[in-house]
């Protein structure tokens, strides 16, 4: 059995496709390295955070609340006051009681680091028992 491979032409004709088996070969092979090292590549770290069982604790009448507002503008009570005289406010609103507990609330829009200034604030003021106030809820995980 013979195969004739020249037609009687002197130059051979140019092939004009491409032949994508090599590349189809070398797509499923980084696709399989991807499959396999992307999984090894991210970080999971697994935590059971606890959940809280405390009991509703009543509040009294006279209790400080301090309030940051989304545009970071503070309340004390439900009357505004600047930043430079909170502490001047703290002490004109509790007559002076660096005890008294202050009941800190936050905006959810309101960043880590702008309620870490306004604690140091506190803590530069004098008063370091801070309450942070959030949503109660019955679900427990």
């Known amino acids: 059995m013979s195969v004739r491979v020249d037609h009687g032409e002197d130059t051979l004709s140019e092939v004009h496709e491409i032949n994508v088996t090599p590349f189809i070969d070398v797509m499923l092979v980084l696709l399989i390295i991807f499959m396999v090292a992307a999984p090894l590549a991210t970080v999971d770290i697994s935590v059971d955070l606890p959940a809280s069982n405390a009991r509703h604790q009543p509040r009294s009448d006279k209790s400080m609340f301090l309030t940051v507002k989304s545009d970071l ?23 002076g009681d660096k005890e008294q507990r202050v009941f800190l609330r936050a ?35």
């Open 73 to 95: 503008t503070l309340a004390l009570g439900d009357n505004p006051v600047a930043r430079e005289s909170l502490g001047a406010g703290l002490d004109n609103a509790t007559g």
């Open 107 to 141: 905006d959810r829009a309101v960043s880590y680091g702008d309620l870490m200034d306004v604690m140091n604030r506190l803590r530069a003021a004098g008063y370091l028992k801070i309450a942070l106030v959030g949503l109660e809820s019955d679900q427990q995980r």
